[in-house]
Each structure stands twice: as C-alpha cells, then as structure tokens.
C-alpha cells in the first residue's frame, strides 16, 4: 500500500499570499489530520476531516482552513502569509475518526519571505 | 503548557548503548504513543500503550507507564547509528473534541 503523500514538498512564498497544500491519505483510510511543526511551538494540531466534514480543530487563527474531497484527500489552505507560518505541515491519516494511531506524510516546508 | 514534555531534550550516546527518554503528562489519558521523526520528515508511529498496561515491548524498544506519576518512558535497547532520530510521546486530549497533543521531543544521537 503506498503511504501518505504531500505535494508540494517544499514551497517558498512572500508575506500576503497565500497557498494551498495537498495530502492524499493511505487507500481506505477515511480521517486525515494536520499538524504543523516549528522549532519553536512544536508539533502542534491544525485540524482533522473525515467524511468531508471538520471534526475537530486546533487553537489556529481563520487565516488556516481546510477541506476533505469525497475521495478522502484532504487540502489545506493558509490565506494572508506571515513570516511565523513558516513550518513543516505535515498530514496523517488514520482508517477511522479518532483513531489511536496515525500514519504521517513526509511534509510539506513552506518558507515564507 | 503541552500535554506531553519530553526530557531529555537532547541525548548523546554510543552505538550499542541503551537511550532511555521520559514523558510527563498532565491531564488523564486513554492511551499514550510514541513516534520517531527522522530529521525533518514525517513521524513514524513506534508503539502505543494503553492506561491499564505497565509496560510494552516491541523489537528493542521497552515503554512502560505510570499513570499514578502520569509519566511514560521509553527505553531503546542496544542502540544503533539508525536510531538517531527525535522521539516524540502523544497523548490524546478529549476537549469537545479528540487532539492528539504531541511533547516538545527528544533528540537523540547514536555515535557510530
């Protein structure tokens, strides 16, 4: 079975702007979370979708949306750039809704100038 | 403050050595996990214990848990150069809603 994947692997954007990232979870796996990771803050939970709905969302401003397609991938998109968006997103998938464990993608870097 | 901290921050040891790393807690859990995060890249899941276990294995990697202290430890035995990597302990916190709280990791480093 191929593993979580994340397009883009990196991404380099200016403050502003805003930018879309894609994850497509493992076959028949229904739930997908993201998380982002910092230095700084850690790893910190963005947000999980299953059947296409949000389920449960993290302390992140509404600058930081997401969205699940009825195939199970999942994009997310953060609007109106800062400097301190720049992280490792990573994405992970799980069969079911609160599923004990995760299966993550490598991430996807986003620098922002 | 996180659910989960790790310490050490950051462990120094040679190959063949055994690394051993601790997570603290403060909320009650379900069940805790712990993953492996090779240098920028995704999180790999290593093992998962539940509440009512003491203590798991799985290869070379002993967890045991504590619940009284609300503390976990993760013992990898006979470390190899292929270990280096950051640990991570996971809790999940039911707040209106399942998040999986992730502590600030430890650094480990396997000299060859």
């Known amino acids: 079975k191929a593993g979580v994947t994340q397009t883009p692997r990196y991404l380099i954007k200016t403050r502003g702007q805003q930018v879309t990232l894609s994850c497509s979870p493992i076959?028949?796996?229904?739930?997908v979370s993201w998380y982002q990771q910092t230095p700084g803050q850690g790893l910190q939970f963005l947000f999980e979708y299953f059947s296409e709905t949000q389920r449960n969302k993290g302390n992140f401003p509404g600058r930081f949306s997401g969205r699940q397609f009825s195939n199970s991938r999942s994009e997310m998109n953060v609007s109106t750039l800062e400097l301190g968006d720049s992280a490792l997103y990573l994405c992970a998938s799980s069969k079911e809704l609160y599923q004990e464990t995760q299966y993550f993608g490598p991430g996807t870097r986003l620098l922002v100038l | 403050s996180q659910q989960g901290e790790e310490d050490p921050q950051a462990l120094s040891i040679q190959e063949g050595e055994n690394a051993t790393m601790n997570c603290s807690y403060k909320t009650s859990i379900n069940n805790l996990q712990w993953y492996r995060q090779n240098s920028g890249r995704g999180l790999v899941h290593l093992i998962l214990?539940?509440?009512?276990?003491r203590e798991k294995h799985s290869g070379r990697l002993r967890v045991t848990l504590d619940t009284s202290k609300k503390s976990s430890s993760l013992l990898i035995t006979a470390s190899r150069a292929a270990d280096t990597a950051s640990y991570f302990c996971?809790?999940?916190?039911?707040?209106?809603?399942?998040?999986?709280?992730f502590g600030a990791g430890t650094r480990l480093f396997v000299k060859a």
């Open positions: 996971a809790t999940v916190l039911n707040t209106g809603g399942f998040k999986t709280i």
């Open positions: 076959s028949g796996h229904r739930s």
């Open positions: 214990i539940r509440s009512n276990e």
